[in-house]
């Protein structure tokens, strides 16, 4: 059986072990989370995993086998998941955060695949590679490549204070792009956007908490105190965009050989929320604690505050001593007139220090 075999477009084309061309980009787009397979026709791999399930009918026949996932470990308590059946390799985890303290700063889509690649090559199984795509006269499309499920992509933001990127987050709290409206978590740290969606979800949220959070935990308390206060000093922001199946398919990017950094790059330009703003006004909150900043957000959306009275009390003196605003009179009824400052959020790239000592 012959196949005619159709050649990607020049942009997209890699090479069979997978390499990738790295392109210049003045925004430094790193990679979180990834899930790759790939599906060797040969098949005699080494088998990997943790174990088998199988299912069988009320005879006793076997309908299906599943395979288990491996949890690959590395140092500082971090871990990926490996799965290999003989023929199909499947790899899902957070490629930033593997053998790594912390994943402050990231790696490009390339190097993600090179890690991964060396990942595999340390379990004596094959790279993920391009492939190629065929078509045959009577069976259709087949593709030999890996294919990818899902990708978290992420941007580290500068709003140079903490109460600047405070401040920014809860503004970006009143915005949205299409039908993805903006969600402020109880914690006020971050905000989500198309949570639980089954295409694509995005948040943004203050790192510095995060890492405080994550270091009082076995998996997170790796983080070194210097990394925690440079995320907290330069008012550090985050955004984390989750690509999955659905979104991946249907944008011409769910095989390997598609995927490049430019092609990541005009996705995260499209439906980022953060990136559409170069500078941002926001409400002079410079003199609110974190949580009247949140009542306040609250007010301005005619959200109920869902304090107690006396919590919102102490709230309400606090913010009309500062700004002048009283969050008692309904926000449909009365327009305040809030004193503003402009903050420029930049993009953040990882500094000399933060490489040398942490990778």
């Not at 869902?306 to 009283?326: C, N, P, Q, S, V």
Request: hydrophobic content about 35%; charged content about 25%.
């Amino acid at each position: 059986m012959t196949a005619q075999v159709i050649d990607f477009p020049t942009r997209y084309v890699l090479d069979q072990q997978g390499d990738i061309p790295e392109l210049e980009s003045d925004w430094p787009l790193f990679i979180d989370w990834l899930t790759i397979r790939q599906v060797h026709e040969g098949g005699g791999l080494p088998r990997v995993s943790d174990g088998w399930m199988t299912s069988t009918d009320a005879d006793g026949a076997i309908q299906y086998e599943l395979v288990k996932r491996s949890e690959i470990e590395g140092s500082f308590d971090s871990r990926s998941f490996l799965r290999c059946d003989g023929s199909v390799i499947e790899f899902h985890g957070n490629v930033a955060r593997y053998g790594r303290r912390d994943n402050v700063f990231g790696y490009t889509w390339p190097e993600t695949i090179r890690r991964v690649n060396d990942l595999l090559n340390l379990h004596s199984l094959p790279p993920f590679t391009a492939g190629r795509l065929l078509r045959y006269a009577d069976t259709g499309w087949h593709y030999t490549g890996a294919r990818v499920s899902r990708i978290d992509v992420t941007m580290n933001y500068a709003a140079f204070s903490e109460r600047d990127a405070q401040a920014v987050l809860l503004k970006l709290g009143q915005h949205h792009r299409g039908r993805q409206t903006g969600t402020v978590m109880p914690d006020q740290s971050t905000v989500t956007f198309g949570y639980g969606s089954k295409y694509a979800s995005g948040k943004v949220y203050l790192k510095h908490v995060e890492l405080e959070k994550h270091r009082r935990t076995k998996h997170g308390a790796h983080v070194d105190g210097e990394v925690i206060e440079f995320c907290r000093r330069v008012g550090m922001l985050r955004e984390e965009l989750t690509l999955k199946s659905r979104f991946l398919t249907q944008n011409g990017l769910c095989f390997l050989a598609q995927i490049t950094t430019e092609e990541l790059m005009r996705v995260y330009r499209a439906r980022s929320q953060i990136g559409r703003f170069k500078e941002m006004e926001i409400s002079d909150t410079a003199h609110l604690s974190a949580a009247a900043m949140g009542t306040l957000a609250r007010w301005e959306r005619g959200e109920p505050h869902g304090l107690k009275r006396a919590t919102f009390y102490r709230h309400r003196r606090e913010i009309l001593g500062a700004l002048g605003i009283d969050i008692s009179v309904a926000r449909s009824v009365v327009e305040f007139k809030q004193p503003v400052k402009v903050v420029e959020v930049q993009a953040l790239v990882a500094p000399d220090w933060y490489r040398r000592k942490y990778g």
